[in-house]
């Protein structure tokens, strides 16, 4: 079984910071990526950013430059550290990972339960 735990969402006024955790877990063989999507309410769900195997980084423009991302890989963990935070930031974010569960399964994609960041001013 493969399980995506989601920490460090919260309710923090324009301009701070918060930093998400997602740890990985269970029938793991290897990790082709982790990254993050944001939904907001009546909005369509979005990438914000991902994290390849060989470390490459994709980011939404609306999230460069104050936005990173990270990987332990030794964790199975991402991370998402959030600064300069905007109302427009205020979604449900989620972990996602693609992953193999074992040398003779093919890639899939599995997703966490989502955390609440709100910013408000």
């Known amino acids: 079984q493969v399980q995506l735990v989601e920490s460090g969402g919260g309710l923090v006024q324009t301009g701070g910071s918060l930093r998400l955790s997602c740890v990985a877990s269970?029938?793991?063989?290897?990790?082709?990526?982790m990254g993050w999507y944001r939904q907001a309410p009546g909005k369509q769900r979005e990438l914000v950013a991902s994290?390849?195997?060989?470390?490459?980084?994709d980011y939404a423009d609306y999230v460069k430059g104050r936005f990173t991302i990270s990987r332990d890989n030794a964790k199975n963990t991402v991370y998402l550290q959030m600064n300069s935070l905007k109302p427009e930031d205020t979604a449900i974010y989620y972990c996602?990972?693609?992953?193999?569960?074992?040398?003779?399964?093919?890639?899939?994609?599995?997703w966490g339960q989502g955390t609440q960041v709100t910013v408000a001013s």
């Open positions: 996602n990972a693609v992953l193999r569960t074992s040398a003779t399964m093919p890639l899939n994609p599995y």
């Open positions: 269970g029938s793991i063989f290897s990790i082709y990526l």
């Open positions: 994290i390849h195997s060989e470390d490459n980084r």
